[in-house]
């Protein structure tokens, strides 16, 4: 078919000539095609102003086979947007968009038979970093028991992928000494008053007592060179620790880490905190995972147990899957998404025998807890609080909580409260001591929206409650929720003019 270029222009075009056919049509054939409207109205009447009736059906014909050549995505765009992807190609510095490639690079570590041959963090850190530095691709890990003395830390583009219940991550037990000589905030080394059980390349944990304001601050480094009991960081400390504001050094540190990287996976693994011979590191600074400042990852199918603080833990992490997963017996929380987490997907997860089961930090927003089991938390099953706005908790099942089922933290005020909370089709059984409560409101939190949850008791009524609403608290609807074996299924503490208003 010839083509050749017609005088027509049009803003979607921006002022370039667009390609007209010579093939021939008629009025019947565009009704048939059924496409004039796929090409903007603007444009057909421009040219039909300009043009005969019969040049503009030749031409309106000849665009609109021209248009139909172009792949299926381009073709149904509508006015204004950009064109869609259909076949990427592999280009310098697009990390947006990249081909499906049927195979990508591959690296086993193992005990024996595998392209590295080690059982510490030494052995998957330097797999990781292989991979990652040939633009990512996979880490297997063997069977094996890894025993480790620093985190293995993430790449962008790694997926670190187990062999289930035969692949364990183990800590080894943490040490704990004193400085023998001060450090300012611009130094990048220590000096232990006990350095016998300190090796270069573990991972520690400094604390020590703000001189200022009387808090503890915090660094987690890692020990690269030594001189007797003076040793060499990976970074500068960037705070004071000093002898007198009672400095300790401990071989602390999270089983996996990421800092500043995305797009990377976590993938059918056990890591044990073997918190029995491990000091307590929290959930802000640690857990079996700990990620920071990151985007974009998944952790799907692992078992993170017996951590002296968090199974799992991430803070300013977005869009963090955490799938099918367990994390049990560990002393802090089993999963927290933490402060200023956008997007979080925690789903079908189990969660068993921790202080919280899922805990919302500080500004966690637009999450999603869904289909999750989680059960005999030492104090809540999921609690929610702190700017922790728009998010869903549906569908999970919440059995034996110490103390509530699901908590909405009181906070500061109104500013801070968790509001646009929707709560629907959970099963939350047997909450607290015989004052516990299924569902506890408190704060200024508005617009809750509690919609067709079970809440049960199979215990004595005694004084247990199934839904309680604080004095403060704003606007909650109330849609066929089913609670049993209560003392009270609603107690509302409100100023009595607004619950009568939103019960009429």
Not at 261 to 285: R, Y
């Amino acid at each position: 078919m010839a083509i050749q270029y017609g005088p027509a222009r049009h803003p979607i075009f921006e002022n370039r000539e667009i390609l007209v056919s010579t093939r021939s049509t008629s009025a019947s054939d565009l009704s048939r095609e059924g496409r004039a409207r796929d090409v903007a109205p603007e444009l057909i009447q421009q040219v039909n102003c300009r043009l005969g009736r019969r040049q503009f059906l030749r031409g309106a014909a000849g665009a609109l086979a021209a248009f139909a050549a172009f792949p299926a995505g381009f073709r149904q765009l509508r006015a204004g947007d950009p064109p869609m992807v259909s076949d990427p190609r592999a280009t310098s510095g697009d990390t947006a968009q990249a081909p499906d490639w049927q195979e990508l690079l591959t690296i086993s570590v193992g005990p024996r038979d595998a392209d590295i041959v080690g059982t510490d963090q030494r052995a998957l850190q330097a797999a990781v970093d292989y991979v990652a530095q040939l633009g990512g691709g996979t880490v297997q890990i063997r069977p094996g028991m890894y025993r480790l003395r620093n985190a293995v830390y993430m790449r962008t583009g790694v997926r670190l992928i187990g062999a289930g219940d035969d692949s364990i991550l183990f800590k080894e037990p943490s040490k704990t000494t004193t400085l023998a000589a001060d450090s300012d905030w611009y130094d990048q080394e220590i000096t232990l008053t006990d350095a016998s059980d300190f090796r270069v390349g573990d991972g520690i944990c400094l604390r020590t007592k703000n001189p200022h304001h009387g808090g503890t601050d915090i660094a987690k480094r890692t020990l690269v060179a030594r001189s007797g009991a003076r040793f060499k960081l990976d970074r500068p400390l960037r705070e004071n620790f000093w002898k007198a504001s009672e400095t300790t050094c401990s071989s602390l540190f999270p089983l996996v880490s990421g800092e500043e990287v995305c797009d990377f996976v976590i993938e059918n693994l056990i890591l044990d905190g073997n918190k029995q011979h491990n000091d307590l590191l929290d959930g802000n600074f640690a857990g079996c995972i700990f990620l920071q400042d990151i985007s974009r990852a998944t952790i799907r199918g692992v078992t993170a147990r017996n951590y002296n603080g968090d199974g799992i833990s991430f803070q300013v992490a977005h869009d963090v899957h955490v799938e099918g997963c367990h994390s049990h017996d560990n002393t802090g929380l089993g999963m927290h998404p933490g402060s200023g987490s956008q997007r979080p997907i925690l789903r079908r997860n189990r969660i068993e025998r921790n202080d919280i089961g899922i805990f919302f930090c500080w500004g966690v927003k637009f999450g999603l807890a869904e289909d999750n089991t989680i059960a005999d938390c030492r104090k809540q099953g999921i609690s929610i609080g702190h700017r922790d706005t728009d998010n869903v908790i549906r569908r999970n099942r919440i059995t034996g909580s110490g103390e509530v089922g699901l908590l909405f933290r009181p906070e500061r005020g109104r500013d801070f409260a968790p509001h646009r909370t929707l709560v629907v089709e959970n099963e939350i059984e047997n909450s607290g001591p015989p004052d516990g409560i299924a569902i506890d409101v408190q704060g200024e939190v508005d617009l809750v929206t509690l919609v067709r949850n079970t809440l049960r008791e199979t215990r004595s009524p005694a004084e247990r409650i199934a839904i309680k609403l604080g004095p403060a608290v704003g606007r909650v609807e109330l849609v066929a929720n089913r609670p049993s074996g209560f003392a009270e299924d609603l107690v509302d503490l409100r100023p009595k003019s607004q619950a009568e208003a939103e019960a009429s």
